[in-house]
């Protein structure tokens, strides 16, 4: 952040503090993360806080290494195999559908929203903790993580790259959004029918360049400005109000 606002002391003081930090603790050398150096998860457990590298910090991600995904598929391995026993409160389902999101695996994305969907969400759209006790606390931090999961499922933005319809399920064939935020100050909205995208467009709330990875799976379309395609992106710069439309 300091080195987006251009606090050029900020960021060096900052950099300093990261140079300084431990590296991850993984079992062996591409296992799932460790609670610490010492300590392994060895019991289901409803907080996934030793997850925070992969979500929502993005230490860890799909585009990195060989190892980075060798050690977000094991993470989510050990969670599995570990089951949700001692997950009783449904902000355990929620922040896993985020992280699951983040990491492009979008049907255990919908599993677990859809637990905690049916299983702690009272008529009233309350999340209740405790939903099979005669005390049921409600709280809503869960349901805003459930609406930030679909937002990652929908749309990210992260590493300078926006991307559509990232970790979308099967069951959402046919879906569609207008006017989410991502980073960058873009305004995107999309559709998507029959399982593939077919509309895009991105409005710039403030001048800059916009990447954006191809949401077309390759198909050529049409947009309505100059662009350019390096790699998997498209790429152009936007004045404040402009629009990137693609069809």
């Known amino acids: 952040m300091a080195t987006a606002t251009g606090d050029n002391a900020a960021a060096a003081a900052w950099q300093k503090v990261l140079d300084q930090l431990d590296d991850l603790a993984v079992e062996g050398e591409a296992g799932a993360l460790r609670l610490s150096p010492d300590e392994s998860l060895g019991e289901s457990h409803r907080h996934h806080a030793h997850l925070m590298p992969i979500y929502p910090l993005g230490i860890l991600h799909t585009e990195g290494s060989d190892r980075d995904r060798k050690i977000i598929d094991a993470s989510l391995e050990?969670?599995?195999?570990?089951?949700?026993?001692?997950?009783?409160?449904?902000?355990?389902?929620?922040?896993?559908?985020?992280i699951a999101a983040r990491s492009g695996?979008?049907?255990?994305?919908?599993?677990?929203?859809?637990?905690?969907?049916?299983?702690?969400?009272?008529?009233?759209?309350?999340?209740?903790n405790r939903p099979g006790s005669r005390r049921r606390p409600f709280t809503l931090e869960s349901n805003f993580a459930a609406g930030q999961a679909v937002h990652e499922m929908l749309l990210q933005s992260w590493g300078g790259v926006v991307r559509v319809f990232p970790?979308?399920?099967?069951?959402?064939?046919?879906?569609?959004?207008?006017?989410?935020?991502?980073?960058?100050?873009?305004a995107v909205s999309a559709r998507r029918r029959a399982g593939s995208t077919t509309w895009?467009?991105?409005?710039?709330?403030?001048?800059?360049?916009?990447?954006?990875?191809?949401?077309?799976?390759?198909?050529?379309v049409t947009f309505n400005r100059d662009i350019?395609?390096?790699g998997n992106d498209y790429q152009c710069t936007l004045?404040?109000?402009?629009?990137l439309e693609a069809r």
């Open 105 to 128: 695996d979008a049907e255990r994305a919908e599993r677990n929203l859809d637990v905690f969907l049916k299983a702690f969400v009272s008529r009233n759209g309350f999340h209740l």
């Open 167 to 186: 970790a979308v399920p099967d069951a959402w064939a046919d879906v569609s959004f207008e006017d989410l935020r991502a980073e960058g100050g873009f």
């Open 239 to 243: 004045r404040k109000g402009e629009v």
């Open 78 to 98: 050990q969670i599995d195999q570990l089951g949700t026993k001692r997950w009783s409160c449904g902000f355990a389902f929620t922040w896993l559908a985020c």
């Open 228 to 230: 350019k395609k390096i």
């Open 200 to 220: 895009v467009r991105i409005r710039a709330e403030h001048a800059g360049l916009l990447r954006l990875r191809d949401p077309f799976a390759g198909k050529k």
